[in-house]
């Protein structure tokens, strides 16, 4: 029986990693099936960007987060997504030892700052539709600065402490099995610390809340329609159904946020509590594909916006036709309707 020689990550190397070879046509469609998928993700969330950061009428406390979600989802895909789908793809890591340990770094505080930013999204839209009087008074566009700016700070020491205490800033051969891989040592008590922190918590929240604000818009909803049963104004009438249409396009879009949000990184943690390995390997190829998975949702956000937000849509063609560079563009109105 004919035996298939085993390829290896560095040939030149006794104590190289084992690499995963596939036939030519595969590696060219997995390249630019990962080209697309990066380049989508840079490319809408840089629309995000541009849209908030440029159009004045967009200068809102929730805005703001989702600007703040974008550029985090931004880095994602320049500097995390390229790396990752290159392991999955070649199943070795051929970045070195130093690129390891800033590749982990990025990864988890850039994730964990899109989660928190979900959430603190899902917050936000609480406080907006189950106690607008408090909204309007307490939540400012300074406030909404000051939390991004806690949401990335806390984010970045959480993580940096993950990673220091399970001995993943000592360097990479200590924990290396083979070299061709980048491992990331977690103990078990981190484990659950880390799912605990970054999933749990702020998903309940998201789930709690959201659950919530769908209850309250509902009520809102059956109040309006009460109250336009009475009225019989055509203005006003048209004003009810405005009114009752933002309300459910604003619950089931943030909805369709929190699903999408779920079912990208609720797979990943299932995995980390069935198997609790001391490390994460760069060459499992489950591993990566669950990490790509969980990245993936940085390219499915600008989508739903997208899809659901108008005025994402008209900022798009604005940006596209280079007609922000005309004068006073920032001033532009986004919106057809006064909601």
Not at 40 to 64: A, E
Not at 80 to 100: A, H, N, Q
Not at 166 to 191: H, K, P, Q, R
Request: with cysteine; glycine share 2%.
């Amino acid at each position: 029986m004919e035996q298939t020689e085993v390829q290896y990550c560095f040939q030149s190397s006794n104590s190289s990693c084992p690499k995963e070879v596939r036939p030519t046509a595969v590696y060219v469609v997995m390249y630019i099936s990962a080209a697309a998928v990066v380049m989508l993700t840079m490319c809408g969330n840089l629309m995000v960007i541009i849209s908030i950061s440029h159009f004045k009428q967009l200068h809102t406390p929730t805005n703001l987060l989702v600007l703040s979600l974008a550029v985090a989802d931004f880095l994602i895909g320049v500097t995390v997504m390229p790396f990752c789908l290159i392991v999955l793809i070649e199943t070795c890591w051929y970045f070195g030892e130093t690129v390891c340990i800033i590749y982990n770094t990025l990864r988890f505080v850039l994730t964990s700052v899109s989660i928190n930013h979900v959430a603190c999204i899902a917050i936000d839209r609480y406080f907006a539709v189950c106690d607008p009087l408090l909204y309007s008074t307490k939540i400012t566009v300074n406030i909404t600065w000051l939390i991004i700016m806690l949401n990335w700070l806390i984010s970045l020491l959480y993580n940096l402490a993950l990673i220091y205490f399970n001995g993943n800033m000592n360097g990479v051969e200590e924990i290396t099995i083979c070299y061709g891989d980048c491992l990331f040592a977690i103990s078990e008590t981190w484990v659950i610390v880390d799912l605990l922190v970054v999933f749990i918590l702020p998903c309940s929240v998201m789930i709690i809340l959201y659950l919530k604000v769908f209850v309250v818009a509902k009520k809102h909803v059956k109040v309006i329609s009460a109250i336009r049963e009475h009225k019989s104004s055509n203005d006003e009438n048209k004003s009810k159904k405005i009114t009752i249409k933002s309300e459910r396009k604003a619950v089931k879009t943030l909805g369709i946020v929190i699903a999408v949000f779920l079912l990208c990184l609720v797979p990943y943690y299932i995995c980390t509590l069935v198997d609790t390995n001391v490390s994460l390997s760069s060459s499992s190829v489950v591993i990566n594909f669950l990490f790509w998975l969980l990245y993936f949702n940085s390219a499915v956000n600008p989508i739903i916006y997208a899809l659901f937000y108008p005025w994402f849509q008209k900022s798009v063609k604005l940006i596209v036709t280079l007609r922000i560079f005309k004068p006073a563009s920032s001033l532009l109105n986004l919106f057809p309707q006064k909601l």
